[in-house]
């Protein structure tokens, strides 16, 4: 019996040692150091410039707290040199728990400061908010694979890509969301002379 004791004591003290270090871990954790990688990532998904001053992470029991400070949103070039969107705070909550449990994102609120949005329609009435996203792939031209016997075979067309199975992503939910102070400003040049519309102080809360 003694000798279960002293196994289960050091079972006790490994555990509280590995709690002790993931906290001092967690505590400086500077998420920060991997700011270049979180831009590149981004402005490769937006297709657009972006940029931020710093990703403030805090991970406990509740879950994972992440605040992003000075958020912009670079403009595409066929509508300026601008920004499409800068937000002077966003902050959102995790539930990790209900993800490792359930295998839902809980996202039990989103806080976004002093948003500042752009929408700019051109002469053509393309609108700027439709260019965001990644360019697509260029297309390639049909190429003969060859055969053994030096026999071409049929002509592979870029029109027929390959259908890649979907991965399954798990449900997400959204408690609230939470917008202070925004301003949205509507630049339309499609008609003359260009009207520009602008609307300050803007505030909105949604809660699920």
């Known amino acids: 019996m003694r000798a279960i004791k002293i196994i289960l004591i050091i079972f006790a003290v490994i555990i509280a040692l590995a709690a002790v270090a993931g906290i001092i871990f967690i505590k400086t954790f500077d998420v920060n150091r991997y700011k270049p990688q979180v831009i590149s990532a981004v402005q490769s998904s937006l297709g657009r410039a972006f940029d931020f001053d710093s990703i403030d992470l805090n991970i406990s029991l509740k879950g994972v707290r992440v605040a992003v400070s000075n958020i912009t949103l670079g403009e595409h070039p066929d509508f300026g040199t601008g920004e499409f969107l800068t937000i002077q705070k966003a902050y959102l909550g995790v539930d990790v728990l209900a993800y490792l449990m359930k295998k839902q994102i809980v996202v039990g ?3 976004v400061t002093s ?11 393309m609108v700027n908010a439709q260019m965001i996203g ?21 002509s592979v067309s870029a029109e ?26 509507y630049i339309d040049r499609a008609i003359e ?16």
């Open 193 to 208: 002379p260009a009207m520009k519309l602008e609307v300050n102080q803007l505030a909105l809360g949604i809660k699920g």
């Open 134 to 154: 990644p360019a697509g792939p260029v297309a390639a031209t049909g190429n003969s694979v060859a055969v053994p016997g030096g026999t071409p075979g049929p």
């Open 160 to 185: 027929k890509p390959v259908a890649l199975p979907e991965a399954a992503l798990p449900a997400v939910f959204v408690d609230a969301i939470e917008v202070t102070d925004a301003t949205v400003t």
């Open 109 to 111: 609120q989103v806080q």
């Open 115 to 125: 948003p500042r949005l752009t929408i700019i329609r051109d002469k053509g009435g």
